[in-house]
Each structure stands twice: as structure tokens, then as C-alpha cells.
């Protein structure tokens, strides 16, 4: 570089981006990143505007598709964005909401109450990453419109026609210039409509996916997303599978301190607390005020109740919070009008005033309750003391493996063989099934940052086993170990100290079989219910050994999929027969030797890994609870529905 371009540095190099130039530039500012979770983000955006109108009371129909071309529209009977021209801007109202930054009503507390978008980003950032976008206005019997290029007008809104309809319409595709990938999962919207659907009761959510068609009927795959009863329907939903310990759902809605709270309650036979907490529709995975307030109010009038009954008399340690919580589904949502969030991530409240309505509503809930329901109360209490013992021999269990690990000096399982670098963001470990492929992978990984943990057959199903039980399996106390991460905090004796975790890759390789796919089920179950910050963080992955090696003499190539084989095939065999292609099926890791598994499936130039992302907590509880539970016709609808993604070995 010359000295003369060195020190040019003036004003004019200073850039000052326009809203929508910097949405472009730096999109994952504003919706997380350009990957999948990004995509089906832009229309969670769009749908939001309308769920704040039905939040409003104007909104109780929405309709959304998915086109062919993945373009994705909405609909909804709301007021219709206004139209007018906007005095300060010198341009339709219409044409402000679509670009620019920090525009709408929501920061207008006449407009809406409460919101879900209040970060200002909205249906302007779907605009600005849109390659295309049409918005239509239904609104005092006329129909307007007005098209966006990449967040550009390409005129001004215009008067189209005349209509009896109310309400909004937008139709956006996502620019490929932004989004790698581009093809919308349909399941991944579903669960999302689905849950919005039980948080806003009484709003009917029609979704229909145009790129598939009934080969009987002819019509596009559509559902629709209602509920009547809102919160209790979605504690059923999420419970559906497990075995209910109490005869109803407990649930209540109300407002306290100007502060509408729902609740929704019910107790299982599992072992594990699963507590969804909403803020103006938005999930917070992190918890915050409300779930404080959730917890307090659940402990105190628990414990009241347990300490007037006198079952507590013969337990010779102390009940804590936790107990109260073993086996419990709730869905806890609150409607705050400013709602104060750590973070731009939305995932934990800040407001202090929300704790103590939350805890009260909790409290006189409950305090009904056991009063009302004697038998079920009792249950309850009986839970809370079985959970209590189960804590206590945890404890003794989990101390008898973090000693153990301080007496043998480097405290790692012998199985382990460990990678060079302590670096925790450069290493990696393989949980890989079987000691032959375990082998195999010891001699094909790079020593410098790829460790190999080779797991003996199927680990513990945890959907189904109390916790001190977890703790005595060998396979997961040797996973505890070789990953340095123990259990208990200085706030939470519960918690997982992920402190000195030595791995930020958690690689699960099994074989391509139907015991290979069991076997990852079964470790996932276990990083979800139990290392869920791991999962959280997108430190787990999972390995995608080939099926196929197609070879015709000295040629050969390494195919993923059914149709990757058949273009093998014909590929190589131009002119010839069949019989000049040999194709072997890889069922096992063991089959491959270290070479070929390391360069498909461990090579970081040319593996493909599988990152394990949660986009619905509540779905993927719902999933998990279904797959690895005791009750069998859900899951046989479920592998019935999903058999075409199967791979089936005869």
C-alpha cells in the first residue's frame, strides 16, 4: 500500500449507511444470521404485525402459504396498514412501515397495547432483504398496492381497485444475494404457527404449502391453527404423551397490577421439569422475572401446603425449590407493555414489577386448587418427597463420581483418547458407537484437536429414569467426565458448570443403520434434557458417514443419498451394464478403513457435520417426550407420517 493511500483517511471515509444499506451490509444484526434460522425469521417478522393486531383486538383470521418459488405470503383481516400520507416523511404511511428502520405504530401506546416487535425491526428488514416484496392494503373499501425491490420502491402506492375486504397482505421472496439457502421447512413454520395459535386463543391460522399436492385431491397440503381454550390445550399438547400424576390441568388467566398473566400447569410421572415461559408471544428461553415470579409463587404455596399436611415429618433433610418442580409442564405467558429485555436476543425479561403479579396469580391459583382437589394435592406433595429423595442420592452419587475423577489424578475415562491442543475452541470429540469404530477412528482422526470417546451399545434412555439412576450409567458418567463438565454452581447446586468444558464440538458419529439412528436419539434425548446449554450454544453436531461407495475399476466415488448412487451409476457407466458398477452399502463405520473414514466423515476440508439447533423449545419437547415415553400409538403415527424419510435396511 503507498503512503499517499495510507494516510488518506478524511471525512470522506467515514460511511454513512442508510436503515436499510446497513440492514443489507449486516443482516445478522437484525435477525440473527443468513442461515435457516435467519430465513424462516423474516416471516415470524411479517406475522407478528398481524398477531398484534389480533393482540389489539382487530385481527382474528390469518392466512399464510408458501409459493413454489419458496416466496412466502401473508394475510391477514386486520385494519390495514395505513395509507395516508405521513406529514414528516412526505410519503404514504404504507411506504414508511416497508422502509424505514424504527417505523410503526408500536411505539405508539394508543395504537398498540402490547407488542412483540419492539425492537423496531419488523416487516422493513424482510423488505430490505427481500429480492422482491408486494404489499396490498385492503382498507375503506379500496385496494392499494406498492412493490419493493431489495427495499427500494419501485413506485408509489397506487390505487388498484375496490374491495369489502379489511387488512394486509404481503408477499416477499428472500433475496439469494443474502440467503444461501432458500427452501422453507414447513415443519419449522407449523410448530411456530402452532404455538402462536395457543398463546393467542381464538385467532384461526390457516397455513398452506403450495410446493405440495394430494396426489388423490389434487389441493395443496394445508392446516389449521386454532384454539379455543388457548394455554391449557398447549400444556396438553406438550404432556400428550406422558402419563398425567394429577386429573386435570391447573390454569388460570387474569390480570394483576395492570399485568394480564396466564398459566397452565400439570404434573407427570417423568422426571424432568419442563417450564415454557411467553413474553407478548415471544419465548424466553433464558427466563427472567416472570419465571422467578413463577417459581416463588409455586415453592411458597407448595410448601405451605406440604408443612400443614405433616407429610414432611419423617423426611430427614430439607425440600428445595427444584423438588417442587420434578415432573412438572407449564407454560407460563405475560403481557408487558414495555417489556425491557437483556439483550437484543429477547430471551430474558428484565422488568422487576412483573415478579410479584406473576408469583401472586401463581399462589391464589394453586392455593384453589389443593384446596378444591385433596386427592390430586396429596399426589403432588408425594412427588415432591419422592423428588427430594431422588435428589438426595443424586448427590451422593454425583460427589462419588467428581471424587473418584480427583483421586485418579487426570479424572478422564480410560476410553478416551484425547486430542494434543487444550484449546476448548479448537478441539473436537467423537462419541462414536462401538469399540470397532471406535478404533478405526482413533487411527484415521488428527491427534492435534480430534479426540475419540467410544461408546459400548445403547446409553440410558433418560426420558425414562430418575436422576440418580443417570448418574450410575457408566456411558454417561464417562461423558460427564471426558467433557469436564459437572453439575452444581454457586447459584444453583442443579445447574451445569460448563466452567472447564474441554470440547466445543461434540461430534456424534454412529452407523448408518436403524440402531445407529436409536443410538443418536438416545444421546440426544440426553444433551437435551441434561446439557441443554451445550445444545443451546450449537456445540453438538452430528457426523454423516456416506452410504455408498460406487465404483467401476480404478474410478470410485462416495454417495450420501439414493439419488447422489443413481447419478453415481449412470455416470460411470456411460455405455456399459450395470454389472461394470459395483455399489457397496456402508451399514457400519467399521467397514470403512481409517483413511476413507477420515477423509468423508472427519476431514473438516470436506466432512459434512450436522449442527443441533432448537427452534421450538416447546416442540422439541413435545418430539422428544413422543420418541423416547412409554405411550406407543403417538409414536407409531409419527413414523408412519415421517416413513419416507426413513432409511429402511432389508
Known amino acids: 500500500m503507498s503512503e499517499e493511500k495510507k494516510n488518506d483517511y478524511g471525512a470522506d471515509s467515514i ?384 460427589e462419588m463420581v467428581q471424587r473418584k475423577n480427583v483421586l485418579t489424578g487426570s479424572g478422564l475415562p480410560g476410553k478416551l483418547s484425547d486430542c494434543a491442543s487444550k484449546d476448548p475452541a479448537e478441539c473436537e470429540v467423537y462419541l462414536v458407537e462401538g469399540d470397532s469404530a471406535g478404533g478405526t477412528a482413533k487411527q484415521g482422526r488428527d491427534r492435534r484437536f480430534q479426540a475419540i470417546m467410544p461408546l459400548r451399545g445403547k446409553i440410558l434412555n433418560v426420558e425414562k429414569a430418575m436422576q440418580h439412576k443417570i448418574f450410575e450409567n457408566e456411558e454417561i458418567k464417562n461423558i460427564y467426565t471426558a467433557l469436564g463438565v459437572r453439575i452444581g454452581t454457586e447459584e444453583d447446586e442443579r445447574a451445569l458448570n460448563t466452567e472447564k468444558l474441554r470440547y466445543h464440538k461434540v461430534i456424534i458419529m454412529c452407523d448408518a443403520d436403524v440402531d445407529g439412528s436409536h443410538i443418536e436419539t438416545l444421546i440426544l434425548t440426553f444433551f437435551f434434557r441434561h446439557m441443554y446449554e451445550l445444545v443451546e450454544k450449537g456445540y453438538i453436531y452430528i457426523a454423516t458417514p456416506p452410504l455408498y461407495l460406487v465404483k467401476k475399476g480404478k474410478e470410485q466415488k462416495y454417495c450420501w443419498s439414493d439419488e447422489e448412487r443413481d447419478l453415481a451409476i449412470k455416470g460411470m457407466k456411460g455405455a456399459g451394464t450395470d454389472a461394470s458398477v459395483h455399489v457397496q452399502r456402508y451399514k457400519g463405520l467399521g467397514e470403512m478403513n481409517a483413511d476413507q473414514l477420515w477423509s468423508t466423515t472427519m476431514n473438516p476440508e470436506y466432512r459434512t457435520l450436522r449442527q443441533i439447533t432448537i427452534e421450538n423449545a416447546a416442540s422439541a419437547d413435545h418430539t422428544f417426550s413422543m420418541l423416547m415415553g412409554d405411550e406407543v400409538p403417538p409414536r407409531r403415527e409419527f413414523i408412519e407420517a415421517n416413513a419416507k424419510y426413513a432409511n429402511i435396511d432389508c
Request: hydrophobic fraction near 35%; aromatic fraction near 8%; charge should be negative.
Open 15 to 398: 460511511q454513512a449507511l442508510e436503515g436499510m444499506e446497513h440492514v443489507r451490509m449486516r443482516p445478522s444484526m437484525y435477525i440473527g444470521d443468513v442461515g435457516l434460522r435467519g430465513l424462516h425469521h423474516l416471516v415470524y417478522e411479517v406475522i407478528d404485525n398481524s398477531i398484534d393486531e389480533a393482540l389489539a383486538g382487530h385481527c382474528d383470521t390469518i392466512d399464510i402459504w408458501i409459493n413454489e418459488d419458496n416466496s412466502v405470503g401473508v394475510r391477514d383481516n386486520g385494519r390495514g396498514i395505513p395509507i395516508g400520507m405521513h406529514a414528516k416523511e412526505g410519503v404514504s404511511a404504507l411506504e414508511v412501515v416497508m422502509t424505514k428502520i424504527g417505523a410503526g405504530g408500536k411505539f405508539d401506546k394508543d395504537s398498540y397495547k402490547v407488542s412483540g416487535g419492539l425492537h423496531g425491526v419488523g416487516v422493513s428488514v424482510v423488505n430490505a432483504l427481500s429480492e422482491h416484496l408486494h404489499a396490498t392494503v385492503f382498507r375503506d373499501g379500496k385496494i392499494y398496492e406498492q412493490e419493493y425491490s431489495r427495499g427500494k420502491v419501485l413506485y408509489a402506492v397506487k390505487e388498484t381497485g375496490v374491495s369489502d375486504h379489511i387488512g394486509t397482505e404481503v408477499t416477499f421472496k428472500p433475496d439469494h444475494e443474502i440467503f444461501d439457502l432458500r427452501e422453507y421447512n414447513y415443519d419449522t413454520l407449523a410448530n411456530r404457527m402452532r404455538e402462536l395459535s395457543y398463546l393467542n386463543k381464538g385467532i384461526k391460522i390457516t397455513m398452506t404449502d403450495k410446493r405440495v399436492k394430494d396426489e388423490e385431491t389434487g389441493e395443496f397440503k394445508t392446516e389449521l391453527f386454532y384454539s379455543e381454550i388457548g394455554l391449557k390445550e398447549f400444556v396438553e399438547y406438550i404432556d400428550e404423551t406422558r402419563e398425567a400424576l394429577i386429573s386435570d390441568v391447573i390454569h388460570m388467566e387474569g390480570e394483576k397490577n395492570g399485568i394480564p398473566v396466564e398459566v397452565a400447569m400439570i404434573y407427570n410421572t417423568s422426571y424432568a421439569e419442563n417450564i415454557h415461559a411467553y413474553v407478548n408471544n415471544i419465548n424466553t428461553h433464558e427466563g427472567g422475572t416472570h419465571l422467578s415470579g413463577f417459581r416463588r409463587g409455586l415453592t411458597n404455596t407448595l410448601k405451605k401446603y406440604a408443612d400443614a399436611s405433616g407429610m414432611l415429618t419423617k423426611l430427614k433433610f430439607e425440600i428445595s425449590g427444584d423438588d417442587f418442580r420434578e415432573g412438572l409442564t407449564a407454560i407460563v405467558s405475560v403481557k408487558v407493555q414495555e417489556p425491557q429485555f437483556e439483550g437484543q436476543t429477547k430471551t430474558k425479561l428484565g422488568n422487576r414489577e412483573v415478579t410479584a403479579p406473576v408469583s401472586q396469580a401463581v399462589s391464589e391459583m394453586l392455593e384453589n386448587y389443593l384446596e378444591e382437589n385433596p386427592n390430586d394435592a396429596r399426589r403432588i406433595v408425594q412427588k415432591v418427597i419422592l423428588a427430594a429423595t431422588a435428589r438426595h442420592a443424586a448427590r451422593k452419587a454425583r
